[in-house]
């Protein structure tokens, strides 16, 4: 007789629950763009929460219009580096790099990262060999500095890829080869009232039983003599437990993406927003700024990732904030 054979049932977007490669976040895939050429990626501290007072953007609601508190995440958001140029190919088994083109205007602090090339040529020199036909895909090689930041005790930047989007593959190239050795602003990948996808990796909370970390109803004492556990681990056969099986381990420190958070506001004057005493297990903000509706993943001084937003179908709007509370964080 054949063996009943079906897919799996629930969704596997959290599962298993293990912990993340590296605290830095990474992006998979990047949403066409209908517009002219553009930066479609940008990488932040994250330096606490607040809450604001604006006008509710958001029709359907039931106070839309009108003056509402909203939670709201400070994300430090200094100059990134464009340290290289890359151009990818697209094959049946993913992206292969065509050619690759750094610029002589390296940061020293790089060389804590990667052995950093020396004998660098000029872009043209490279591109010129180049068939645009072949290419597929254009993304930046940049690079944080966290040197600018005091909230972030290192001076190791992080390296990271952000995709040029939008208009044609050699406008998207003459594009990246203006940016190549300069800095990267906030500006350049988003505007306020924007929507975009956060990626971050969360608080890490360690082994945890399964109570804390499914959820899982607290046995009576009259039950078993292990509270705090699954109270049935499966059948007897198959002679294994299933991983569906609510156990203990990895908590927290997962990859995680919060689709479609609204930019509040980019804002230059950090004193409009530090609260007194500073952010808690951060200090104070020192750079430009972005103000994201809501929460996103991670503790204080993790890095986050910004992406133009894949799911979302609305409008753009920039709401009126008419207060940003700085009121101490401190507990006085």
């Known amino acids: 007789m054949a063996k009943p054979h079906g ?33 479609q990626g940008f990488a932040g501290y994250k330096a606490g929460m607040t809450h604001v007072f604006m006008t509710d953007y958001r029709k359907k609601s039931t106070t839309a219009g009108q003056e509402v508190m909203a939670p709201a995440t400070v994300v430090e958001v200094p100059p990134m580096k464009v340290a290289a140029l890359r151009l990818y190919a697209r094959e049946p088994y993913g992206l292969r790099s065509v050619a690759e083109v750094w610029t002589k205007k390296l940061d020293k602090e790089l060389a804590r990262r990667l052995p950093v090339p020396k004998n660098v040529r000029k872009p043209s020199e490279i591109l010129k060999k180049i068939d645009m036909d072949e290419v597929d895909d254009v993304r930046l090689i940049v690079h944080t500095q966290p040197k600018l930041v005091t909230g972030i005790p290192k001076k190791v930047p992080e390296i990271m890829e ?5 208009g044609t593959i050699a406008e998207r190239v003459e594009y990246a080869k203006k940016l190549l050795g300069k800095d990267l602003d906030i500006t350049d990948f988003i505007e306020a009232g924007k929507m975009v996808d956060v990626m971050g990796v969360t608080k890490g909370k360690g082994w945890q039983s399964a109570v804390k970390r499914w959820g899982v109803k607290v046995l009576s004492h009259k039950n078993s003599k292990k509270r705090r556990k699954a109270a049935n681990t499966g059948p007897k056969r198959p002679g294994y437990i299933k991983p569906t099986v609510p ?3 990895q908590t927290g420190y997962h990859h995680r993406t919060e689709y479609n958070k609204r ?13 007194k005493g500073g952010f808690l297990h951060y200090g104070e903000v020192r750079n430009k700024y972005v103000i994201i509706h809501g929460s996103i993943p991670g503790p204080a001084k993790r890095l986050i990732k910004m992406r133009d937003a894949t799911r979302f179908r609305g409008e753009d709007v920039a709401p009126e904030i008419s207060y940003i509370s700085r009121e101490s964080k401190q507990g006085v």
């Open 7 to 39: 897919p799996k049932r629930g969704s596997h977007g959290y599962s298993p629950r293990k912990r993340a490669k590296s605290p830095v976040p990474h992006i998979k895939s990047w949403p066409e763009l209908s517009e002219g050429p553009k930066i």
């Open 263 to 275: 930019i509040l506001s980019i804002g230059e004057n950090p004193e409009e927003i530090n609260p």
């Open 247 to 249: 156990q203990a381990g």
């Open 162 to 166: 952000f995709r040029v989007g939008g």
